[in-house]
């Protein structure tokens, strides 16, 4: 028996719903979201947008709507894509309205409400603003706000549904973005053969070359990619030369501090072989490409980390028994869990 723990929200759900519902109008029903036990709390204050089978219907609509972008053709599910762990490996940078492109790669989405912030750069630090950046970026969706809320609002479905979820038909960029926050929340991988282990789960164990991957990652790897989120959710430097094309100075453009020169926010490592390409730029399309960069290819002028001024020493074993390992972190599950998956938007 799967031990999780769930988190409920009903008297905020209850104190919420009474405050912002039309007279008469039905309440919307509350979402019990189930979470592993051995996870860490929740960052996220679900309290004040409590999750509802309808704020969630309504966020998952709105994450697959391409109608939202300024040309209608680029949705927050064009690049996040289910299959790839709602990350996009089809090219190295992210890709918007017109045929812009971004100067990042695509992060993955899940296990959101644990983050403390968020893109690249750890810029947004809030989950309900996270898609205003993606909405209003000419790279990305590239729509000003109040076109969207306008769109949002002539549509009579999208009226009915806020009705649903929110109490009345007003669209406001709260709401959107609350409802977005919702589904998002839902968004959560911790079904892998890794999370069985964890979970001591009859009949499940690592093979030779898992557990001899596990022993390495632990090693070499768990400071930074700390379990069982497998990230620690800060920003650092990995030692990637600076990309003279993209002239992206990581996490210094948000705190203007050279102290931050070069810094990302350290990925999870859950789905970390369906969410190719890797690092900010996409520059590697095979895992084997970032343990040869961590093995000899760390750049001393690029503010490297200081458990990476030496480098990871990987040998060829190590390799190939971490990508065994890896192996063990896909949540077919979550790939392909229903729930989730793109909404055919007929209206």
Request: contains cysteine; negative net charge; hydrophobic residues 35%.
């Amino acid at each position: 028996m799967i031990k999780r723990s769930i988190y409920i929200v009903i008297l905020f759900f209850l104190v919420w719903a009474c405050r912002d519902t039309d007279r008469g109008a039905p309440a919307p029903e509350p979402y019990v979201l189930k979470l592993p036990d051995y996870f860490p709390a929740v960052t996220y204050d679900m309290s004040q947008n409590p999750l509802t089978k309808q704020g969630i219907a309504l966020g998952r609509r709105l994450f697959y709507d391409p109608r939202l972008s300024k040309d209608s053709t680029v949705s927050c599910g064009f690049c996040h894509q289910q299959f790839a762990a709602f990350s996009h490996y089809d090219h190295p940078l992210s890709h918007g309205v017109f045929n812009n492109t971004g100067t990042r790669t695509v992060p993955t989405l899940f296990n959101l409400i644990f983050q403390p912030d968020f893109m690249w750069d750890g810029g947004v630090n809030n989950l309900e603003i996270q898609p205003l950046t993606p909405l209003t970026d000419p790279n990305e969706m590239g729509e000003d706000l109040q076109t969207v809320i306008n769109k949002i609002q002539s549509n009579a479905v999208y009226r009915s549904m806020y009705k649903a979820a929110f109490g009345s038909e007003e669209v406001t960029t709260q709401r959107t973005f609350r409802a977005l926050a919702q589904f998002m929340a839902t968004l959560n991988s911790f079904e892998s053969k890794y999370d069985s282990i964890l979970r001591k789960e009859p009949g499940v164990t690592f093979t030779a070359e898992e557990a001899g991957g596990y022993a390495t990652f632990q090693a070499k790897c768990a400071s930074c990619h700390k379990e069982p989120l497998l990230t620690d959710g800060s920003a650092r430097s990995n030692g990637l030369p600076y990309n003279v094309s993209l002239h992206d100075v990581g996490r210094m453009k948000i705190t203007n501090n050279t102290a931050d020169y070069l810094k990302f926010k350290v990925p999870s490592l859950r789905n970390i072989l369906r969410s190719q390409p890797y690092m900010h730029d996409g520059r590697f399309y095979d895992i084997f490409q970032v343990f040869e960069h961590y093995d000899h290819g760390v750049d001393a002028q690029s503010n490297p980390d200081p458990l990476l001024k030496s480098g990871i020493p990987l040998n060829a074993r190590e390799q190939r028994e971490l990508y065994f390992f890896f192996q063990t972190l896909t949540d077919m599950r979550f790939i392909n869990n229903p729930a989730t998956s793109e909404v055919l938007i007929q209206d």
